[in-house]
């Protein structure tokens, strides 16, 4: 699935679903909400992992990015819990310009 904002493509999802945990999932319009939004309604998250690392996209993912060859990407592997169930596990592509990571700490 690709995911755009004003038009222009800002991720690609590639995500697994565990069907036990969240059987009507490929039966929701994804032009009217997105996976996570849909999957945080069904099995609130209740533990992450994110897995973060700089790639150079495949020539399929550079014309759905409408990126040069060569353009570096940001992919985030990402794997979700709910109630100590895997729910998700989705690999997240973004053209490195296009994306930026932050985080906030406290102690």
Not at 9 to 37: F, K, M, W
Not at 44 to 49: A, D, F, M, V
Not at 76 to 102: D, E, M, N
Request: with cysteine; hydrophobic share 40%.
């Amino acid at each position: 699935m690709v995911h755009y904002e004003n038009d222009l493509p800002v991720q690609i999802e590639d995500r697994c679903v565990n069907a036990g945990v969240v059987p009507d999932y490929l039966a929701q319009d994804y032009s009217q909400t997105t996976p996570h939004a849909y999957l945080s309604l069904i099995a609130p998250l209740t533990e992450g992992e994110h897995i973060v690392e700089a790639v150079r996209a495949t020539a399929e993912e550079c014309a759905l990015l409408n990126i040069k060859e060569h353009d570096p990407c940001l992919l985030i592997h990402r794997r979700t819990w709910s109630a100590s169930h895997i729910v998700s596990h989705a690999r997240l592509l973004f053209p490195g310009s296009r994306y930026r990571l932050q985080g906030h700490f406290m102690s």
